[in-house]
């Protein structure tokens, strides 16, 4: 399996090139080179498995035997998942009116990022002690990524990271998960600035490919495609839980409702639709709406700013994983795809191409969700079944109630639920109900903080740069250290 960029000017590599690169050499983003398709047998085979064994398939794909052997993969991903709290890693909850919640949130944060990052995490330490190499990951995060990343290589000796948050843009338990960890390998920055606004030192630091090559930095944000790839198996699990029978011919469809910010999630759900699993996607966001725009009328412009919302770690201004969609829907075509994300990069605003647009408009649809609505969707989720929606599930199931009161029939619908209620205490009490505190989400408040300030006026991208030579300098020092 080889790798090429969405942008069409830089070498192919394999998985693991793709894995330490984040950002292809051209701008662009790693998308496989071919997609594997997938029968009708193969689909009846797999309907029977556990989300860890949809995993490990999916990988095996992906990676390539030669690079990961199959019993040594199976055991990184049992690894893996081996400190989620639920035995089944995922788990779907069914309520009142055909209301599917598929929970992703039993990880270590209770977010659905666990998921990928923990596989992510030990995929690339598998490489790096192959070869005693090490690597600083930089992440800016808009909550939970930041988080679900630092639980990822907490302690690990081969990775240092430095996590770039919004000083006051996540909830305070998000903010607590991130500056509560102690580990020498971890550096916290509070932006004081929007998750946009901390994307921009980061840019910059990457865009210097000698200092990139010189710290071996990478980023584990949904640019790199380890994420997306384990993604992919939400869609999976979700089809086979709620397909109606697997006896029809054609199989039929599911529909699986994707909250999303960055779009990774969602660029998970097209591959998969593309690989042959018949699910049809909905895209459901905030107030920050530029991807419903470009499903709807094909306006990819960026607004005049984030708008705080609710569901903040979906207010993201640039949903850069829409790149992968259009490569994927212009067929694979990187001229075509490196001169529209060009354009959108020069003036912020595109347009896309009609056949864009309708190929666009063919496989996934879309609905933007405001505050109230969340709010109100919180309360009749609880009311109906007792169920505690985070805001940014709610922004999903606000979608299946708006069909539900339509009544319109449909195929059977997934909505998948990103993060656990307990996460967001502001807003469980916004909408009126009593928020469930786990004690050892309660026990944060107690455990020391550590979070370097990065205020306005500070130089930001300096700043940067410093902590990861200052790591750098603390790996060389250490490293005979660990060799003896």
Request: a negative charge; hydrophobic letters at 40%.
């Amino acid at each position: 399996m080889w790798y090429v960029s969405t942008r069409g000017a830089a070498p192919r590599v394999n998985f693991e090139g793709a894995l330490f690169s984040g950002y292809a050499p051209d701008g662009g983003l790693f998308m496989p080179e071919a997609l594997p398709q997938l029968d009708r047998d193969t689909l009846c085979q797999w309907s029977t498995f556990s989300y860890p064994s949809l995993v490990k398939e999916l990988c095996a794909l992906f990676i390539g035997y030669e690079l990961i052997p199959r019993g040594r993969l199976d055991d990184l991903i049992d690894r893996a998942f081996s400190r989620f709290r639920h035995r089944e890693v995922v788990h779907l909850s069914r309520l009142r009116d055909g209301l599917n919640v598929l929970e992703l949130w039993h990880g270590a944060t209770y977010a659905f990022k666990d998921l990928s990052l923990c596989c992510t995490a030990q995929f690339l330490q598998y490489f790096l002690e192959k070869k005693s190499r090490h690597v600083t990951v930089v992440v800016g995060t808009s909550g939970d990524t930041g988080s679900a990343a630092i639980e990822s290589v907490r302690g690990a000796k081969n990775v240092d990271i430095i996590v770039l948050l919004p000083q006051g843009h996540c909830s305070r338990i998000q903010e607590l998960q991130m500056t509560t960890v102690l580990s020498e390998n971890i550096r916290v920055f509070g932006v004081e600035g929007n998750s946009d606004e901390l994307d921009e030192p980061i840019k910059a630091v990457f865009a210097d490919t000698a200092f990139v090559k010189k710290h071996n930095l990478m980023s584990l944000n949904s640019i790199n495609w380890s994420r997306v790839l384990v993604q992919m198996a939400h869609y999976f699990f979700a089809y086979f839980q709620c397909v109606s029978s697997l006896d029809a011919h054609p199989l039929p469809p599911v529909e699986v409702v994707v909250p999303t910010g960055a779009a990774g999630n969602l660029a998970a759900g097209c591959i998969a639709q593309k690989m042959g699993l018949p699910i049809r996607l909905v895209v459901a966001v905030n107030r920050n709406d530029i991807i419903h725009r470009t499903v709807r009328q094909g306006d990819f412009s960026l607004s005049e700013a984030v708008k705080p919302t609710l569901a903040s770690a979906m207010d993201i201004q640039v949903p850069y994983n829409m790149e992968r969609i259009f490569w994927l829907l212009s067929g694979a075509d990187g001229q075509v795809t490196r001169a529209l994300m060009e354009r959108f990069e020069q003036t912020q605003r595109l347009s896309l191409p009609q056949d864009l647009h309708s190929k666009l408009s063919e496989v996934v649809t879309s609905e933007s969700v405001s505050d109230q609505a969340i709010l109100q969707t919180m309360g009749r989720c609880w009311d109906d079944n007792q169920y505690l929606l985070c805001p940014h599930s709610a922004v999903a199931v606000s979608c299946h109630y708006q069909q539900v009161d339509r009544q319109q029939p449909s195929a059977p619908r997934c909505c998948l639920a990103p993060a656990s209620a307990a996460k967001f205490p502001e807003a469980v009490l916004a909408a009126g109900l009593t928020p469930e505190t786990p004690a050892e989400i309660r026990a944060l408040e107690r455990k020391e903080a550590r979070c370097t300030p990065m205020r306005r006026g500070d130089d930001w991208t300096r700043m940067l740069r410093d902590a990861i030579e200052d790591l750098s300098r603390r790996w060389r020092d250490c490293t005979p250290c660990t060799s003896e």
